[in-house]
């Protein structure tokens, strides 16, 4: 398993992830197989989506701000309001994703990108890839 850093640095942010991933696939020398992407925090999620217009980033950020709003009336306010609602989104959002490799590469379509989602920062996170295939 390989271990990617990630330092975020506002409250709710989408990093570009996918180069550090794709790193990750070419340093394993699996050229057809499976990269699983695990986010193991329950503040933060992985997902795939649109890289091509930064825009995007920004619909999502108000998107799920719209169904899930930081709130001081949630029941389980551990530490801050904003904690609350990261878990709900990060529920949403998912922790893990699979992508295909082939011919060593990430089989990601022409669009997308693989972005960590910060739900509750700013802080130093991790993401762990997995990568099965043959050599």
């Known amino acids: 398993m390989i271990t990617i850093h990630v330092a975020t640095a506002e409250r709710q942010e989408l990093v570009m992830m996918t180069e550090s991933v794709q790193e990750s696939v070419s340093a394993s020398s699996v050229p057809e197989g499976i990269c699983v992407v695990f986010c193991p925090h329950t503040t933060a999620g992985i997902t795939l989506n649109s890289q091509v217009d930064p825009l995007t980033l920004t619909d999502l ?75």
């Open 61 to 135: 950020v108000d998107e799920i701000d719209r169904l899930v709003p930081t709130r001081i009336d949630f029941r389980h306010i551990f530490d801050t309001p904003s904690d609350a609602a990261g878990h709900i989104k990060a529920s949403i959002v998912g922790n893990s994703i699979s992508i295909p490799i082939s011919d060593g590469r990430l089989a990601l379509g022409s669009s997308q990108g693989v972005f960590f989602w910060e739900f509750d920062g700013p802080r130093q996170r991790q993401l762990q890839v997995q990568i099965v295939g043959v050599e």
